[in-house]
Structures are given as structure tokens and as C-alpha cells.
């Protein structure tokens, strides 16, 4: 089965040479999820205002693959300062929930310019 490009056009645009996302069988992968609006503003300013920026772009994606966040089995979270850790975690479960939860990483990594980035992995089966 050949794979299927998604572009969301209620996301952000994609910030290089790369997909929203990949269909390929009964799984979409979602590429990094940023703080920029649909016009390609970034949001600055405070981590969760950010956070919610990116949830929302991740969110699109997720819908414009033919799915929505609540079949994520994977998500990588990506933070500028660990320290933003728990407020990260109050604004996840705004999107994801409580129960049924993917599995998540989260790690400090060194983005410049912006604190937060998300990325999933969206089972669109049965």
C-alpha cells in the first residue's frame, strides 16, 4: 500500500522540506508540531500559551489524516526547559484526557527560539 501525504491546511505550515504527516497503512505519523499559527505566526510569549499552540497544530494534523488525538498510541513531547514539565502535563490532558492515554516521551531538548514541540504516531484502524 503506498503512502499518503497529508497537508493540513488549518495547521501551521511546515517549517522545512517535510509532510504534516504520512499515512502508511493503518497509521499516521505525525511530524513536530510547533507554537505557529495557521499564518505561519509564531506564538511567543508565555510556555502555555505555546504549549496550547502546539496541541492545537498536533490536534489538525491528527484530523486532517482522517483521525483525531484520541487514537494516538505514541506522542513525543520536546521541551526547551524540563522545568516546564508540569504545566505541560495540565495542558496534555485538555487534548488528550485522562484515560486510554498513548504512550509519551518527553525530553529537554535545545530549541531555539521557542519552547515546545510535539510529535505522534495516530492508529486510524478498526
Not at 44 to 56: E, L, M, T, V
Request: net charge negative.
Amino acid at each position: 500500500m503506498p503512502k499518503k501525504i497529508i497537508k493540513a491546511d488549518g495547521a501551521a505550515p511546515p517549517g522545512g522540506p517535510y509532510s504534516h504527516a504520512v499515512v502508511a497503512g493503518d497509521f499516521a505519523f505525525l511530524a513536530g508540531a510547533c507554537p505557529v499559527l495557521p499564518d505561519g505566526t509564531w506564538v511567543k510569549g508565555a510556555f502555555a500559551d505555546q504549549a496550547r499552540a502546539a496541541f492545537a497544530n498536533l490536534a489538525e494534523v491528527a484530523r486532517a489524516s482522517g483521525g483525531d488525538l484520541s487514537q494516538a498510541v505514541r506522542v513525543g513531547v520536546y521541551l526547551r526547559d524540563f522545568a516546564d514539565f508540569a504545566t505541560m502535563n495540565e495542558i496534555y490532558v485538555e487534548f488528550f484526557g485522562t484515560e486510554n492515554l498513548p504512550a509519551r516521551t518527553t525530553l529537554p531538548v535545545a530549541l531555539h527560539g521557542f519552547d515546545i514541540e510535539l510529535d505522534a504516531v495516530i492508529y486510524l484502524g478498526d
